[in-house]
């Protein structure tokens, strides 16, 4: 039986404009949900400078792995973050990848519209991903696989992500994935194949883990390797991939739990998919 599909976001009845003036006068966070006309919908407004722990992650692995692929993509925040947020939605829109629906723009915030159905939240690929893992290799597996079918997507397409991680993938009510979060342009500072790269490896660090303690290591590494063969794949990703493995041969020697730290164990489970 086929899931339901999202809401045709077309018909409006809100006058979007006036509703994102309106509140971005008021709005106290930075981003907050409405329900409006039997819809739901968010604004995302300014703020403040783009908190650290934002890119704590990314700066870990660059100082770990001795890796310059991984260093964050900064922005400033501010209106400056709202910019490339509303052009990487247009962009990506534009290129057939699931995002968020521009319904209202200002340089001070706009409105989108929600991936889910109006009565329901929605949840990232990251913690479906940690919810199954109980189930074992068949349930996890195919989800891991529709986000690296994400990545592929979207680079096909022509560009890539922002934070590839699994958080900023989202299951729909159909089943497919979204895909969110676009404060930041790394090809503005970067070359493709770095970029690709980078989506990669953010992507395999948020989820190898889940499938380490579901037991779905091998079966991932067989369809990792068979991925990597794909004709998609430049000679500049290649390149950049096997000298960014070749710095992280040390990770091998990291124990495979937490007896010195999660992201200790992330790393590891990292390497043991990527080897």
């Known amino acids: 039986m086929s899931q339901p599909q999202p809401p045709d976001p077309s018909p409006q009845t809100t006058d979007f404009d006036a509703f994102l003036k309106a509140h971005l006068a008021t709005q106290a966070k930075n981003i907050q949900r409405y329900d409006v006309d039997g819809r739901r919908v968010w604004i995302k407004r300014t703020g403040p400078l783009v908190p650290a ?60 519209s929600h991936l889910g159905l109006p009565d329901q939240d929605v949840h990232s690929l990251g913690n479906v991903i940690r919810a199954v893992v109980p189930q074992g290799t068949d349930a996890i597996l195919p989800l891991w696989q529709q986000g690296l079918a994400m990545i592929d997507q979207v680079h096909r397409s022509g560009t890539v992500l922002s934070q590839a991680f699994a958080r900023n993938m989202v299951v729909c009510p159909d089943g497919e994935l979204a895909c969110v979060d676009f404060e930041d342009d790394p090809l503005a500072v970067l070359p493709m194949g770095v970029c690709q790269v980078r989506d990669a490896l953010c992507y395999t660090h948020s989820t190898a883990v889940y499938l ?64």
């Open 53 to 112: 722990w934002r890119y704590r992650i990314l700066r870990v692995l660059r100082v770990l792995l001795d890796e310059p692929v991984l260093g964050p993509v900064v922005n400033h925040g501010g209106r400056e973050a709202i910019a490339t947020e509303i052009r990487r939605l247009k962009d990506l829109a534009a290129r057939g990848i699931r995002v968020p629906q521009l319904l209202a723009e200002e340089q001070d915030g706009f409105v989108m």
């Open 212 to 275: 380490s303690h579901a037991g779905a290591l091998l079966p991932a590494r067989a369809h990792w390797q068979e991925w990597l063969t794909h004709p998609e794949r430049s000679p500049e990703f290649k390149q950049v991939l096997s000298n960014t493995l070749r710095r992280m041969r040390w990770l091998r020697h990291l124990p495979a739990n937490r007896k010195l730290g999660r992201d200790t164990e992330r790393l590891r489970a990292m390497w043991d998919l990527m080897e």
